[in-house]
T-cell receptor, first 115, second 110 residues
Framework: EAGVTQFPSHSVIEKGQTVTLRCDPI?????LYWYRRVMGKEIKFLLH????????ESGMPNNRFLAERTGGTYSTLKVQPAELEDSGVYFCASSQGVARQETQYFGPGTRLLVL | QKEVEQNSGPLSVPEGAIASLNCTYSDRGSQSFFWYRQYSGKSPELIMSIYSNGDKEDGRFTAQLNKASQYVSLLIRDSQPSDSATYLCAVSAGGFKTIFGAGTRLFVKA
């Protein structure tokens, strides 16, 4: 069974540009999460989808970040316009059902560098 | 005060020894507690979860939870060089939002 996949693995862009990150969860997983790790800091929760609905987006830093999950399958996270402080590793994770204690499986991450 | 605090390390132990990793959290309403292992450049991997006070053992790993002290720990018995990684403590207060600590780097010397 394929795990969580993320694309691209790396992205280098200039300040002010737009970047779109993609996450494909494990097939059949209704829950999809986005996290971010800025260098030297802890992994921070960004938001949680249940199918196509945003369940909790309390961690989104500002309105330059837009996450979507049309059709409840893959998700995209767009940063527009990107700023220097957006650099970091963006992780996606998925879990299967509604039980709070279910394991979240992490993808390999997208390493974003904003110059 | 950080929501989840861990000693950044590095913690260095000889092969075969017990590695003890500690974590404190600030939200008394926290219900679920996790330990993730992250190798350099890789994604976090869940190795233990614990939800009630006491010990939970899984192979060489034992998680310990003390909600009164807001403290959770991970013991790794018979440490192996392959256990060298960053160990992340994570806490959930309900719902699905998970709060991570910054991690403790563990080195197991052969």
């Amino acid at each position: 069974e394929a795990g969580v996949t993320q694309f691209p693995s790396h992205s280098v862009i200039e300040k002010g540009q737009t970047v779109t990150l993609r996450c494909d969860p494990i097939s059949g997983h209704d829950n999809l999460y986005w996290y971010r790790r800025v260098m030297g800091k802890e992994i921070k929760f960004l938001l949680h989808f249940v199918k196509e609905s945003k369940q909790d987006e309390s961690g989104m830093p500002n309105n330059r970040f837009l996450a979507e999950r049309t059709g409840g399958t893959y998700s995209t996270l767009k940063v527009q316009p990107a700023e220097l402080e957006d650099s970091g590793v963006y992780f996606c994770a998925s879990s299967q059902g509604v039980a709070r204690q279910e394991t979240q499986y992490f993808g390999p991450g997208t390493r974003l560098l904003v110059l | 005060q950080k929501e989840v605090e861990q000693n950044s390390g590095p913690l260095s132990v000889p092969e075969g020894a017990i590695a003890s990793l500690n974590c404190t959290y600030s939200d008394r309403g926290s219900q679920s507690f996790f330990w993730y292992r992250q190798y350099s450049g890789k994604s976090p991997e869940l190795i233990m979860s614990i939800y009630s006070n006491g010990d939970k053992e899984d192979g060489r790993f034992t998680a310990q939870l003390n909600k009164a002290s807001q403290y959770v720990s991970l013991l790794i018995r018979d440490s192996q060089p392959s256990d060298s990684a960053t160990y992340l403590c994570a806490v959930s207060a309900g719902g699905f939002k998970t709060i991570f600590g910054a991690g403790t780097r563990l080195f197991v010397k052969a």
